[in-house]
């Protein structure tokens, strides 16, 4: 008897038909649908921000992918127990490496500090080891930011939850936070967004950085209380931000940030999910757990 095809769910705000065809261009022993209601049910589906109709209909899934690396706006719709799996990489993290290293080499350089400038005056330069980055949070992403920091000789440190070895120091658990902080000249948020993170980065995490030092946010603007954030460069205990995420998305053309001299804003473009090697990595991933083997990127109950 012939075996029904896998069926696979696409299911994405916008833009969806070129993810299908290129899911289905990598997974062609399945059938590979854009999700409208009422479809026959998914064995598996690539989602991102699915309407809670999604789930409410599709019972029989064995596992979902976000086709992104952030899953806080949508991992309360997913039915407990239901698989989550997170792109992992797939081309972000250098992406990602390449807008810290953006934040890190203007503000190392004294770049601001000439573009702010009227007349011909040299500053003294600044070394490296002067500029340590810590980095909140080092999963995948963290570890290709982490390279070619390192590869330029900039001194790079890490803070995570709970301990493990790494290829760089890493600072766990919120009581080494203070120190880690405290060893931080450029702090990059990296973190997931859960209840344990949200509002993290306070009044009191700014005060435990040197003075001066600089903030980029690549991960989610609710890490950080806001009004604290814009205290913090007013009174010069943070020199400059540089904030890919912000809280709201879309930040509303009347909102301080806009305005803040010490920040610099970008539309969360940091790093978008490069899709051929997002498929290529869900259609690996589908075809593992349909040979019963474990794959890597599972979202744990904490959103992590
Ligand atoms: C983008 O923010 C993502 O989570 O992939």
């Known amino acids: ?154 001194p790079v440190q890490g803070w995570v939850r709970s301990p493990r070895q790494a290829d760089i120091p890493l600072a766990a658990g919120l009581a080494e936070l203070p120190g880690f902080l405290a060893r931080t000249r450029l702090l990059v948020a990296l973190l997931p967004l859960t209840p344990e993170t949200r509002g993290l980065l306070d009044a009191q995490r700014f005060a435990q950085l040197p003075r001066g030092a600089c903030f980029v946010n690549v991960a989610r603007g609710d890490l950080v209380v806001q009004a604290d954030l814009m205290a913090a460069l007013d009174s010069g205990q943070l020199h400059a931000a540089r904030l890919d995420v912000c809280s709201p998305e879309p930040l509303p053309p009347e909102h301080p940030l806009w305005r803040h001299p010490g920040v610099r804003l970008s539309p969360h473009v940091a790093a978008h999910t490069p899709r051929a090697a997002a498929v290529a990595q869900v259609a690996g991933k589908i075809r593992a757990l349909v040979r019963g083997e474990a794959v890597s990127g599972r979202v744990g109950p904490q959103g992590y």
């Open 1 to 154: 008897m012939k075996r029904k095809p896998l069926q696979v769910s696409v299911c994405l705000p916008s833009g969806a038909e070129p993810w299908a065809e290129a899911l289905q261009a990598a997974l062609p022993e399945a059938r590979v649908t854009l999700w409208q209601p009422g479809d026959a049910p998914a064995d598996y589906a690539l989602i991102w921000h699915p309407p809670a109709a999604f789930f409410a209909e599709q019972g029989a899934l064995r596992a979902v992918f976000s086709a992104g690396a952030g899953v806080d706006a949508f991992i309360d719709r997913v039915p407990p127990g239901l698989p989550l799996y997170r792109t992992e990489d797939a081309g972000m993290g250098a992406l990602m490496a390449e807008y810290v290293l953006h934040a890190l080499l203007h503000w190392y350089r004294g770049f601001d500090r000439y573009d702010a400038q009227t007349c011909w005056q040299m500053l003294p330069p600044e070394a490296r080891e002067d500029w340590s980055v810590g980095l909140l949070g080092y999963g995948v992403l963290g570890r290709a930011v982490a390279q070619p920091l390192k590869a330029l000789g900039f």
